[in-house]
């Protein structure tokens, strides 16, 4: 009330924690997300309960979730998509630098505040790892972004991420998810069998990264850092910024790289005999 600052409110109902398990799972997410501080994480900033509810006070990302841009735009530019990717990956590399898995990493689980910033929310499926080489063994995710080692109970780690960390890279090139199917069953037996197909528009670099993250075996995914180092990565244009207008329709890009953005007057410059047109970024 004395700062008249915004934030978002996490509500659970007492109603659906009744259970010891789900009285734990609540602590577990409120413990895991408040150790927790890194520029593309949602901010925890408290919590507090009465008699019905919990209440967990959150960092407020008003252009919501990656799952509405999902919606609107379905396959998104490649510069866009290294864009999302870096942040998304800087999150992550924070989590498991912190011994956490997140196990629910999905565009709706993708925040987007006021400067188009890529914040990682939701810790209701997040775990600790306590000892080197533990894997767990709980069965969690969602469908579409479920690795198959957990679907097989094979036990499973921190390689879980970077296979749905696969399946966003897959889904913001394509339009849709790699083994989205009609029913679960379907969706399920893609995923143990590995199959999924990548459009020829998709380009080699983005094309071998994604075949490197959704490798059946975890073992032989890379690591964060070794994704943060890929080609795709690396070689490719990184905006350093995007506009809102991003959320409903493409930017463009000029011979420079240099961000396009939208509203505003055409400029001509005229170089060696060329006239390139192009927005001034707003």
Known sequence: MKTKEIFAGKIVAKSLLLKPHQKEKMSQEICIHRSLKHKHLVAFHSYFEDPDNVYIILELCRRRSMME?????KAITESETRYF????LLGVK????NRVIHRDLKLGNLF???EMELKIGDFGLATRVDYEGERKRTLCGTPNYIAPEILCKKGHSYEVDVWSIGCILYTLLVGKPPFETQTLKDTYTRIKKNEYHIPSRI????RSLIQKLLQADPLQRPSVNKILEDDFMTLGYIPSRLPTSCLTMAPRFDSHCALVATRKP????????LTLQYHVCS
């Not at 841009?69 to 735009?73: G, I, Q, S, V």
């Not at 990717?85 to 998304?88: F, I, P, S, T, V």
């Open 69 to 73: 841009l999902h919606k609107r735009r």
């Open 85 to 88: 990717l870096k942040q998304l």
């Open 112 to 114: 987007l505040n006021d």
């Open 266 to 273: 055409l400029l001509e410059i005229n170089n060696t005999g």
């Open 203 to 206: 380009g080699p670099l983005a």
């Open 94 to 97: 924070h989590l498991h630098d």
